[in-house]
């Protein structure tokens, strides 16, 4: 593969000035709106006239996001487990601490600064709104990881390797050096990359109208042609790679030890438009479409066995935990699915958002207990218990985080629509320090 070196860094900022002057005095005696604040260049501290439009200031929480410097991870040729967790019944589901079924859930009453997540806030330690990334005793920021120039749409830990791999709207594969954290060479593809998987030693990436590989052991590379348009999804099982297209067909290839190559095995046809997720679990490949819909195939006929309506909006998330299925929509909805008698999936629980729901991914806590992740379309990741969804808080972003990978050892990774990835890790509540 052809390798360039880092010779970029840094991304343009979001600045999007919304809000008072910190500290502005809430009760004027004049009564008045300020109208330096209305132009957005107010700098009086504190301003005699109103910052009316903001909410009163909440409890200022402690500063957990840890913040680039000095910190760097290390990936033990592992990719952990992601979305397994320990059981629960359906009659445990969304039962949690301030959460019923289909009722309101808990959420936290305090939001990060603005301008903060925007990287324009002056007033620092001054500041009357947190400065952190994530709302939560659970988890802790390791470092920010920037380079890319557009969405990031794939994150990848390939067996055997000491890389990071990340892949953007912006053409190009990343590789982050796991024990220093900086950027050791990029892939220029050329094209949009939609997506990126990694299975034991090999790198699978999504491209417009077929699939690139590299074995990151032996250095061989190859392109698997045959999809049309965007490849949005890759998934893996019973020995063979499935491609979701644009085109709303699913591409099936089975590695040949022969050849030491892959050779076309299948081609699924149902959907109505482009499939956009793809996840793999008990024998089963279950796939999310811009028709709403949730197909699953049998992965001994490849046949499609089932299809499942409930969604009302793109369904762009399906998620494999202990035996349920969970899927997320555009709807705003997360959906948990469970076999009856018969085999069938039926919706067991339905757990309404605020936002659109565009990615899942699911790992263990510090405590080794399931935690679900949803990224949302407002700009954040909610955290959740499972089967309880009682919240665990929330990370900020300064805008949508359409990549999330687990990681080894408590470790996972989000990558946002600015192209800023960022390195997370599960810790004891309250062994943080501030």
Not at 72 to 86: C, K
Not at 167 to 174: F, H, L, N, Q, Y
Not at 374 to 380: G, K, Q, V
């Amino acid at each position: 593969m052809d390798l360039e070196t880092n010779g970029r860094f840094g991304n343009k900022r979001v600045h999007n000035r919304l809000g008072p002057a910190h500290g502005a005095a809430s009760s004027s005696t004049s009564g008045k709106v300020c109208i330096h604040w209305r132009a957005g260049r107010c700098h009086r501290f504190p301003c005699p006239y109103l910052h009316s439009e903001l909410p009163e200031a909440t409890t200022k929480r402690p500063n957990h996001s840890g913040g680039p410097g000095g910190h760097v991870w290390r990936n033990p040729n592992s990719g952990g487990e992601g979305g397994r967790g320990g059981g629960g019944g359906p009659s445990k589901w969304g039962r949690g601490p301030g959460s019923a079924d289909g009722g309101p859930r808990h959420k936290p009453a305090d939001r990060p600064c603005k301008f903060f997540l925007s990287g324009d806030c002056s007033y620092g330690e001054k500041c009357r709104y947190p400065h952190t990334y994530c709302m939560s005793d659970s988890i802790t920021l390791l470092t920010q990881l920037q380079g890319h120039e557009k969405v990031v749409t794939g994150i990848a830990l390939p067996t055997g390797s000491d890389k990071l791999y990340s892949g953007s709207k912006d053409g190009t594969v990343r590789m982050w050096d796991c024990q220093t954290g900086q950027c050791a060479g990029v892939i220029n593809m050329g094209r949009e990359i939609g997506c990126m998987i990694s299975e034991g030693p090999w790198l699978f990436v999504g491209i417009p109208d077929a699939v690139k590989v590299w074995n990151m052991q032996t250095q061989a590379e190859m392109t698997l042609t045959g999809p049309t348009g965007q490849v949005y999804a890759l998934a893996v099982g019973n020995e063979l790679l499935f491609a979701a297209t644009q085109d709303g067909r699913i591409l099936a290839w089975r590695f040949s030890a022969a050849t030491n190559g892959f050779e076309p095995a299948a081609s699924l046809a149902g959907h109505q438009l482009a499939v956009v997720s793809l996840v793999v679990g008990a024998m089963r490949l279950y796939s999310g479409s811009m028709d709403k819909t949730i197909r699953v195939w049998d992965l001994a006929t490849l046949q499609c066995i089932q299809t499942l309506s409930d969604h009302t909006s793109v369904v762009m998330s399906v998620l494999c935990w202990d035996q349920f299925l969970l899927s997320c929509s555009l709807d705003q909805t997360i959906k948990v699915w469970a076999a009856t008698e018969t085999g069938s999936l039926e919706v067991t629980y339905t757990h309404k958002e605020e936002h659109g729901a565009l990615a899942l991914s699911g790992m263990p806590d510090a405590q080794s207990k399931p935690v679900l992740l949803c990224s949302l379309n407002d700009n954040t990741v909610r955290l959740y218990d499972l089967p309880s969804f009682s919240d665990r808080g929330r990370i900020f972003s300064k805008q949508e985080i359409r990549a999330i990978q687990i990681g080894p050892g408590g470790l996972f990774f989000t990558g946002d629509g600015t192209g800023e990835l960022k390195v997370w890790q599960w810790v004891i509540e309250g062994s943080q320090t501030k």
